[in-house]
């Protein structure tokens, strides 16, 4: 018989975590210590007055033709809730849940409930609009269909399998994982947003949405503390935030009856609680190690919920700008801006993510912070003829967006682009030739670890971008399947080191674990120039390797970056067995995008996306090979095209290597 662990599963029987979070807001309610539970029981709003989007009873905001609502979002909206009314809705089936455990594949599940929940996210808001019967139908279609779904949660998550050794979902052990989560709170939203409406077509329908809700997030989230997202062991990642956050919507606005009053303020305390490990646990510097794409669903998901914790609060419990950490990460994004629609693409983020980010949110919590350069890049992305927001985000993030008034108004600005960026929690540094222009070449590089989450082996990694474009490139990551987090990770070439700009030294790639880091890291940046400086020795198990020192150098005056490798290793075998066998070979690699012509001494790149070409050179007689990549995978293929291109420069018979990147054609100085 399968059991799980139990031992944490006493809500009561925890020890409460109070850090940044928790000591900022007993300040701000003049509560003593511990007493932030008692202090939100007077201090929550109403649950019909806690989130904050009006219902789609206030006709100002909401009516077709004249409400505040954004007008293009809404038509957008409507035009597709139409395409989508009278087709089939999408069923999970058994066997596309099963299919993680027999072949790795969550995509055919996972997709048909994401889309089914986009569908309903349109079918809402084309409900407050119209207030049409039809529509009001489709909502309950949607809503009844989520509540008759066995499992909320996705089945790659699901721990049914070790608990329970069952295949399926075990629907008397609900497991709360991010798509719970999401279930909850697209249904908390719609019962503030059309309650009146559900109560008057499909009386009932509300207390099906409480019941389960309750069922399957909100007690599963009091009565068992051993979920693997709370960070019990310190180990804190963008579940946390993306959980709580979302149990924070259930809470306030379902908790409604009034015997559930302490309850209520119990689960919203629960949740702040956690929200607290990950806030405390941002470095002070706002990186996130799993990179920008994932500041969308870690970091911006916990200044959503504070953000909401403080409109449910009446502005009370407001603390995001006295927390040194948050004020940092509302930078992050725009710290990671190579230009255009690129980033710098640490962990499992791609290059050119969705353009449709939550905006919005970014916008919002600048205003808060009071961070101009992050409230430009929000609004660099404002274009009144284009949607506001996306159901894509989530039904809640899809409301913010089209009833933010200043978030309509916002007026598109340039992205900050800053000259340097150095984050030492992380040890990251992005550097360009010149600030708020993404004209001619920028560097990234990092040091860090081989235990980041979402890690990629790439300690001492660097990237190169022409005119914002990367050209010298971290790959990113295929569709997820079951090994992507499993066992099997690193068998998955985007996340070895042999593909990554890094060296494999004797046939010896870097593996993954904490031990494997970057040492004596030294910063410098000047006008002139921005360098980092590492050694790698300790990021490969190589016998006889006692230093590899590789500095990466940005030289503005002469619009030039260098990359300076040299190493000490002790001659092969060196009385060992080893000694009457070949030498491996130590090859210094870097992963390419674009057409690649290679030359003596020299390599020119043609980058994706209509960049100017770059021209790599190495010294005269260093074997170069060129090792193609075809990409078959849509993450991949849909940022890169067809392929990518390795080049491996063979330094057995070195002991140090100078790469230099250049324009192929220089363009004129800029003055500054």
């Not at 904050?52 to 505040?68: E, I």
């Not at 995008?593 to 790599?616: F, K, Y």
């Amino acid at each position: 018989m399968h059991t799980r662990n139990t031992e944490h599963s006493d809500s009561t029987s925890h020890a409460a975590f109070r850090g940044h979070l928790t000591v900022a807001l007993e300040r701000e309610a003049n509560a003593p210590v511990g007493g932030l539970a008692d202090a939100l029981r007077d201090l929550l709003r109403s649950a019909p007055a806690s989130l904050p989007v009006l219902p789609a009873r206030h006709r100002d905001l909401w009516a077709a033709g004249t409400g505040h609502a954004d007008a293009v979002t809404v038509h957008d909206i409507l035009t597709r809730a139409e395409d989508d009314l009278g087709t089939p809705w999408g069923v999970p089936l058994a066997s596309a849940a099963a299919r993680v455990h027999r072949d790795g594949n969550r995509d055919e599940w996972e997709g048909t409930v994401f889309a089914r929940q986009r569908r309903l996210s349109r079918a809402v808001v084309t409900a407050a609009v119209t207030l049409q019967d039809r529509w009001i139908d489709e909502v309950a279609d949607g809503v009844v269909l989520l509540c008759e779904q066995s499992s909320w949660c996705w089945p790659a998550h699901d721990d049914t399998m070790g608990s329970h050794g069952a295949i399926l979902a075990t629907i008397t052990d609900p497991f709360l994982d991010l798509g719970a989560g999401e279930v909850a709170a697209q249904l908390a939203w719609i019962d503030h947003l059309l309650g009146t409406q559900l109560d008057v077509r499909y009386p009932g329908l509300r207390a099906r949405i409480r019941h389960e809700t309750r069922t399957r997030v909100l007690d599963p989230f009091v009565l068992r503390r051993d979920w693997h997202w709370l960070g019990l062991d310190g180990d804190v990642h963008n579940w946390n935030p993306w959980i709580h956050g979302n149990v924070l919507v259930a809470a306030l606005r379902l908790m409604d009856a009034p015997a559930e009053r302490d309850d209520r303020a119990r689960v919203v305390a629960l949740a702040v609680e956690g929200l607290d490990r990950y806030v405390t646990s941002l470095p002070a510097d706002g990186a996130i190690d799993e990179g920008y794409a994932y500041w969308w669903n870690g970091a911006c998901r916990a200044l959503e919920a504070l953000d909401l914790l403080s409109f449910a609060t009446r502005g009370v419990l407001e603390v995001t700008a006295s927390i040194p950490a948050l004020r940092e990460t509302v930078a992050f994004p725009h710290r990671m801006h190579l230009g255009g629609d690129w980033y710098l693409n640490l962990a499992d983020g791609q290059a050119r993510p969705p353009r449709d980010q939550p905006w919005h949110s970014l916008h919002r919590a600048a205003r808060r912070v009071g961070d101009s350069f992050a409230e430009a890049h929000a609004a660099a992305h404002r274009d009144p003829e284009r949607p506001a927001a996306s159901e894509t985000e989530g039904l809640g993030r899809l409301l913010r967006g089209i009833t933010d008034p200043e978030w309509l108004r916002a007026v598109p600005a340039p992205s900050p682009l800053p000259r340097d960026v150095w984050l030492p929690s992380t040890q990251v540094l992005v550097a360009r030739e010149n600030e708020g222009v993404c004209d001619g070449l920028a560097v990234a590089a990092k040091g860090g670890h081989n235990a980041e989450h979402h890690n990629h082996n790439d300690v001492g990694s660097f990237i190169v971008a022409s005119d914002g474009v990367p050209v010298i490139v971290d790959a990113g990551r295929p569709t997820y399947t079951l090994a992507t987090f499993g066992a099997e990770r690193y068998s998955i070439w985007t996340m070895q080191s042999s593909w990554h700009n890094v060296p494999e030294i004797r046939g010896v790639p870097q593996p993954a674990g904490a031990e494997a880091r970057a040492s004596d890291v030294v910063v410098h940046v000047d006008e002139h120039s921005t360098s980092l400086g590492l050694d790698l020795a300790a990021a490969y198990p190589v016998p006889g390797l006692v230093t590899w020192r590789r500095d990466i150098h940005l030289d503005r005056g002469l619009s030039k970056i260098v990359v300076d490798d040299r190493w000490t290793l002790e001659p092969w075998g060196n009385g060992s067995p080893a000694a009457s066998s070949p030498e491996p070979r130590t090859t210094v690699r870097m992963l390419l995008a674009g057409e690649v012509q290679l030359d003596d001494g020299s390599a020119l790149v043609i980058p994706v996306d209509g960049a100017p070409a770059v021209r790599l050179r190495w010294p005269t007689g260093v074997a170069a090979t060129l090792v193609p990549r075809p990409l078959d995978d849509p993450l991949l293929s849909d940022v890169w095209g067809s392929h990518l291109t390795r080049l491996d420069l063979d330094v057995t018979d070195r002991n140090s290597l100078s790469v230099t990147v250049e324009m192929n054609e220089p363009k004129a100085r800029n003055p500054r």
